[in-house]
C-alpha cells in the first residue's frame, strides 16, 4: 500500500519549526489566561478536567500516528497544511492548544447538579453525546475545507459514529468523570496516570524508536 499524497505532505512538516507564526504565542497567552481564571478562582475540579481532556487528545494522536507508522499508508486523520507547527502526523499546535480551550469550556457549561436526568439520561452523558456531535460536524468541515484529511473508509463521512464514539465521546466523559471526583486528591492521580502514560508514549514512539 503507498503512502497517500496527504499523508506525504503532513509527514513532511511533522516538527519543521521553519513554518513558525507569531500568532501561536498569543494564542498560548489565551490559554494561559483561560486556565490562570480557573486557577485564581481555586476552581481546581475545572483546571484538572480541562487538562484530562486535553491529554485524552494526546492518547488519540499518539495511537494515530502509530496507526500512520505501521500501515505506511495514512493516519485516520491528518493535517497536511496550514499550521505553525505540526507536532505529530495529525496534531498540530493550533489544536493543541484548542483542545486545552475545549477541556475548559466542556466543564464550564456543566450543569451543577450531576445527578439531573434528561430524558431519563444523566446529564453527563448528553452533554457528551451533543458535544460530541457538534466537533465532529467541525470535522467535517475541517475535511470539506481540506484542512484536516480522512483517507481510510472506516474514518469518514461513511462511519461518522466511529470518529463519535473514538475520536470525541472518550475526551468528554474522562473530563466530566475526573471533574465531578469529590476528592481532589483522585483528580491529581487519575490526571497524572494520564500524563504519565501520554509521556511514555511519547519518549518511546517519538524520542526513542522515532516511530512518531
Same mark, same amino acid.
Given at each position: 500500500?503507498?503512502?497517500?499524497?496527504?499523508?506525504?505532505?503532513?509527514?513532511?512538516?511533522?516538527?519543521?519549526?521553519?513554518?513558525?507564526?507569531?500568532?501561536?504565542?498569543?494564542?498560548?497567552?489565551?490559554?494561559?489566561?483561560?486556565?490562570?481564571?480557573?486557577?485564581?478562582?481555586?476552581?481546581?475540579? *475545572? $483546571? +484538572?478536567?480541562? #487538562?484530562?481532556?486535553?491529554?485524552?487528545? /494526546?492518547?488519540?494522536?499518539?495511537? @494515530? =500516528?502509530?496507526?500512520?507508522?505501521?500501515?505506511?499508508?495514512?493516519?485516520?486523520?491528518?493535517?497536511?497544511?496550514?499550521?505553525?507547527?505540526?507536532?505529530?502526523?495529525?496534531?498540530?499546535?493550533?489544536?493543541?492548544?484548542?483542545?486545552?480551550?475545549?477541556?475548559?469550556?466542556?466543564?464550564?457549561?456543566?450543569?451543577?447538579?450531576?445527578?439531573?436526568?434528561?430524558?431519563?439520561?444523566?446529564?453527563?452523558?448528553?452533554?457528551?453525546?451533543?458535544?460530541?456531535?457538534?466537533?465532529?460536524?467541525?470535522? *467535517? $468541515? +475541517?475535511?470539506? #475545507?481540506?484542512?484536516?484529511?480522512?483517507? /481510510?473508509?472506516?474514518?469518514?463521512? @461513511? =462511519?461518522?459514529?466511529?470518529?463519535?464514539?473514538?475520536?470525541?465521546?472518550?475526551?468528554?466523559?474522562?473530563?466530566?468523570?475526573?471533574?465531578?471526583?469529590?476528592?481532589?486528591?483522585?483528580?491529581?492521580?487519575?490526571?497524572?496516570?494520564?500524563?504519565?502514560?501520554?509521556?511514555?508514549?511519547?519518549?518511546?514512539?517519538?524520542?526513542?524508536?522515532?516511530?512518531?
Amino acid at each position: 500500500m503507498n503512502i497517500a499524497q496527504s499523508a506525504a505532505q503532513a509527514q513532511a512538516l511533522v516538527r519543521d519549526p521553519s513554518h513558525f507564526q507569531w500568532y501561536v504565542i498569543t494564542l498560548l497567552l489565551v490559554v494561559l489566561y483561560a486556565y490562570g481564571e480557573q486557577v485564581a478562582e481555586r476552581r481546581w475540579n *475545572v $483546571v +484538572l478536567a480541562g #487538562i484530562a481532556f486535553w491529554l485524552m487528545d /494526546w492518547v488519540n494522536e499518539i495511537w @494515530n =500516528a502509530l496507526l500512520f507508522h505501521f500501515s505506511g499508508f495514512a493516519p485516520a486523520w491528518g493535517t497536511p497544511g496550514g499550521s505553525a507547527y505540526v507536532i505529530l502526523i495529525g496534531l498540530n499546535i493550533e489544536i493543541s492548544l484548542m483542545f486545552l480551550l475545549m477541556g475548559l469550556f466542556a466543564v464550564r457549561t456543566l450543569p451543577r447538579d450531576r445527578a439531573w436526568r434528561i430524558f431519563g439520561i444523566n446529564n453527563r452523558w448528553i452533554f457528551a453525546s451533543v458535544n460530541s456531535v457538534l466537533c465532529v460536524l467541525v470535522e *467535517v $468541515v +475541517l475535511n470539506r #475545507i481540506g484542512a484536516l484529511t480522512w483517507e /481510510w473508509r472506516w474514518w469518514n463521512l @461513511n =462511519a461518522p459514529w466511529l470518529i463519535w464514539l473514538i475520536g470525541y465521546m472518550p475526551f468528554f466523559m474522562v473530563a466530566y468523570w475526573v471533574h465531578d471526583m469529590p476528592s481532589l486528591k483522585r483528580q491529581i492521580g487519575v490526571v497524572s496516570t494520564l500524563g504519565a502514560f501520554v509521556l511514555a508514549g511519547l519518549g518511546l514512539f517519538a524520542g526513542w524508536l522515532h516511530w512518531i
